[in-house]
């Protein structure tokens, strides 16, 4: 059988705007299966944003529930939905959110002393992680001191500190020209080739969309079709 990772189940969401009730996700159903890259894509409002983030534990479904690796999310209390975040999941953003004060080292640092991770253990992990973004000889630098695509490598490398199976990315290229981006692609493909971490992301550029194995083409909180 299909080893599935993440499973979405008749998933609904709806914000109120004022009185109104706007309705961003009707009904969305979704499997990924373990080692899967997969692709959100849609027109902007089309949910596709919410639903990565109901994936990830960070908002809530008004119904339906998800499935992470065995749990539901919809059910975790908050302590262990923030540790299932730490440990099963990085998570990578359009703008890095890298801390400014702390050095490349430092900010890939953090989620492993988060774990309680050992001081040995973690100057192994660190050193690891930014050879394999190709950021070693950069450790010692701060955010300002790094170009946009290295600060995202950051942000990669931060996002897989603890191991997590899942890697999920918002617009993570969106901020990045075009080279730069396609080289930030290439990094997260390899990831997803070499170490079998399955990777959801959203983006809203057709090139970017190609390196997944599938696309999910999202409209008015509905999927289109999965291609």
């Not at 499997?31 to 959100?40: A, I, P, Q, T």
Request: proline share 4%.
């Amino acid at each position: 059988m299909p080893d599935v990772i993440v499973s979405c189940v008749n998933i609904h969401k709806s914000f109120l705007m004022g009185r109104e009730a706007v309705q961003a996700l009707r009904g969305i159903d979704l499997d990924v299966l373990r080692g899967e890259m997969v692709c959100l894509m849609g027109p902007s409002g089309s949910g596709k944003t919410t639903l990565l983030n109901i994936i990830g534990g960070l908002e809530e479904p008004s119904r339906g529930h998800v499935i992470v690796d065995g749990e539901n999310v919809v059910a975790l209390s908050e302590d262990a939905l923030s540790e299932m975040r730490l440990t099963k999941m990085g998570f990578v953003f359009q703008n890095y959110n890298l801390l400014a004060n702390f050095t490349a080292w430092e900010n890939v640092e953090v989620p492993l002393a988060l774990a309680g991770v050992g001081r040995r253990e973690r100057r192994r992990k660190v050193e690891y992680l930014l050879d394999l973004v190709g950021l070693g000889d950069r450790a010692q630098h701060y955010p300002s001191e790094l170009s946009g695509g290295q600060q995202q490598r950051v942000a990669i490398a931060r996002a897989l500190a603890n191991d997590p199976p899942i890697l999920i990315g918002d617009e993570i290229t969106g901020d990045l020209d075009s080279e730069t981006g396609f080289e930030v692609m290439e990094v997260v493909a390899r990831l997803n080739r070499e170490q079998g971490t399955t990777v959801i992301y959203v983006t809203h550029d057709p090139r970017m969309a190609k390196f997944a194995e599938r696309v999910i083409q999202l409209r008015d909180g509905k999927i289109l079709e999965s291609t």
